[in-house]
Every structure is written in C-alpha cells, then in structure tokens.
C-alpha cells in the first residue's frame, strides 16, 4: 500500500452540540494518518474540544477575517458575487473580503504545502475559492459534508450535492448499474437510521405538549396534508453561477412560482400545504412568502411529529428526504438531487404539469416501483458513498479515509509545521 508524506487539512464547522462525532472522526482519522507518516490539521470555525486536535481557528462569519501578508491578484468576479449574494453585501466589500480570505488561503497552502485539502459544505464561498486555490496548486482536494444519512459523512471530489460524483463518474454509474441490494441490508440501513431516532439534525428543544399536527394547525381530523421541508439557505441558490441553479432544476424565483402552483393544485384537492422551512432561513430571513395563500401553513414545531403526521412530502435539497425515503412515505422534488434519476421520486421539472407531478407520488400504483427503486439508490450510497460515523464504525470509516489519503504527497511535516509557525509570527488571524 502506498504511504503519504505530509500535512492533510480539513476544514471542520460542525459544533461538537450539532454533530459531536465528526470531531471524534478526525481524532480517529490523525491517529491513522500518523501511522503513515502523514498529519491531521484542521481550520475550524467551530470549537475544538478535544486538545489533542492541531488546528487553526477561523472566523464563522467570512467578512470577519482579517487581513494576512501576501500577494494579492485580481479577483474572481463570480467568487466576488457569491461571497456578496452569501453575506448579502456590497460588491466592493465583497471584493474586499475575497483578498482577504484569498490571502488566508493562499497562505496557509503555499506555506505549509499539504498533501490533500478536505473543505467543508461545496457550496460555501470559503469552501469554492479553496477549490479553487487547490486545483490551481494541483493539490488533491475533496469536500465533506455531513451525510445524507444521520451519522454519516460524505467526502466527495465534485460536489455535496445532485452534481456530487455519484451523479459524475461514469465509474460509479457503472457500479450503480450493476448493484444488487444485499438482502438484509435494507432492514439493517432501516434499523440503523430510522428506528425510534430522531431526524432532527439541529438542536430543538422538545415540545412542552404532545399535540397531533391536524389538531395543532387547526385542521380536520381526516385533512390530507402535504409537508414542505426547505434546505438551508444561504447555499446553492446564493452561488452566482447559473449553471449551478440549472443543473438542479431550482432557483428562487421558480420555488416561489412552484409555491403558488401548488397551493392552487392543492386546493383544488382539498388539501394542505404545511411548510417548514429550515432552521437558518429564518434567522437569514430566506424564507418562502406564504401571504395570502389560504391553504398554506407555516410550521416550526416537533419535526418527528410532522415527519410521522403528515400524509405527503415535497424537497429541494434537504437530506430529510432520505430520513423520510427510509419511513418507505411518499415524496415528490423541487429540485434535483441523487433520488432523482428517472423511476426514484418525481421531480417537478421532469412533468409538464403540477397535477401529474402530484400523482407520481400521490397514487400507489405509481409510487410503489419509486419507492423500491429510492431504496435500492439509498443502500448504494449507504455502502459505496458514505462514511459511517456511529461509535461501533468510525475506526473503520476512518482508517478507509486514511487509505485514500495515503497516496497524497506534500512537505515533510517537520517542514510543514515550520512553514506554519512562520505565518502564525506573520499575522494574528491564525490562532490556536
């Protein structure tokens, strides 16, 4: 087996009450790295709890990070609109912030010459512009996130999204084609993810009260109901590039037109649409405008509640679509993700009307073959794509992220620590 040399940097941003085993995961994965000469360093903008962790610590908020020696060149003006559309920003500011946060990259890649770059969310400007700063150095360079099922991580070298290299290699194309699910597998993924766990992946404090959905909204006992689950914005709809809205069927324009289609199909049938939007599009105020629409319903209570109670479901991009694939519920997409290949759930923009967009997933005939091959797709990620971060799993997810990482080469460490060390003297923004 090939065994790396150097300093492998990740960049972590889950905080320890979120998600405490991905900070277990990169404890497992340096102890590993060291075993074959390489080393972990992570930039964090989250608290490190753990003191045997070497890290940088970074500034959440990007327009936060000051200025670090170095030369500055001439700004990608797409990077520069995102950065701006992200933080809701001036141009000139956010020209002023990719030299800054270029600067930090640049830096911390020239001196320390890593063997690979793990960032963190593909769609995040800080996460692009290291792409970005990576390939142009030709350093390997993958992207996590966390996964699309609890627990689990994915570390991907495209993107975390429906452009992820399970939708970009012809390899694992090929793979998928030939992919027979194991028996037992799908019972066990279902034991493992969904049996009496929670889906929520944000902290939540739990209701005061037990109330059923129908009767907390002030519905009818036998109303048909239909959930909207939001993703998290800012993300790929704050990304400038148009292409990238294109190639998941979805901007935000087209969710708003969607949202009205529906309540109008919706009433028709005499049913409801609840949305819950995601916890930080509230906060960011990149919420859908649900005035004046009689059918409509916002809803921020118990998430296991609605996800148990509600009859239908729609998604853009959000992972609870796997926890609800998982409950074997019915769901339809308003934007293209890794369940959406031709006979998984129905995408919007694959049907020339909202109606037969509905009875794709609303009409058992139809969704019955949907829902088998949703399954089939989830068990192939679950074994060929994702990294399992349960306690009785990480060493092993771990030590398979470190054989990958071994065939990387950069600066010796001793060098590489040097390197560091002189741009910490050099500038006040690297800190621990």
Known sequence: ????????????????????????????????????????????TASVTEPQLPHLRLPFHLPDIGGVPGQVELADPRLVQTISNWYRIGHVEAAAVWCRVHGFVAGLLDSTQPAAVISWQSTHPLSRLTRQACLSRDIPWWCAERGWLRDTLTVDTCENNALSEVSRSLGLRRAYGRYEIPEPLPQAVRD??????????????????????????????????????????????????????????????LLQAELLELATELERMGAWLVVREHPFNAIHGRCLDIHGLSNVLADDGDLDELMDQ??????????????????????????????????????????????????????????????????????????NQLLDLAPDQGRRAAQELADLLSGCNGARVADAVDGLTALRSASSDYTS
Not at 215 to 229: C, I, M, P
Not at 234 to 240: E, L
Not at 316 to 323: G, I, K
């Open 310 to 383: 509600a009859d239908f479901f729609l998604f853009t991009l959000s992972t609870l679509q796997f926890e609800v694939a998982l409950r074997g519920k019915p769901f339809g997409l308003l934007a293209r993700s890794l369940l959406s290949e031709p006979g998984e759930a129905p995408f919007r923009g694959d049907f020339g009307d909202c109606s037969g967009f509905l009875r794709a997933f609303t009409t058992t005939a139809e969704w019955a073959p949907r829902c088998q091959a949703i399954l089939r797709k989830v068990c192939f990620l679950y074994e």
């Open 1 to 44: 087996m090939p065994r790396g040399q150097g300093l492998v940097i990740a960049f972590h941003c889950v905080p320890g009450d979120v998600e405490p085993n991905i900070e277990k995961f990169w404890i497992e994965l340096r102890l590993r790295l060291q075993a074959q000469g390489q080393e972990l360093l992570l930039a964090t």
């Open 192 to 253: 493992r993810f969904h049996s009496g766990a929670s889906a929520r992946r944000y902290p939540q404090d739990a209701p005061a009260q037990q109330v059923p959905l129908r009767q907390r909204l002030g519905l009818a006992s036998d109303a048909r109901v239909f959930a909207w689950l939001t993703h998290g914005e800012p993300h790929v709809n704050s990304i400038a590039n148009a292409s990238v809205q294109a190639n998941h069927g979805m901007n935000k324009e």
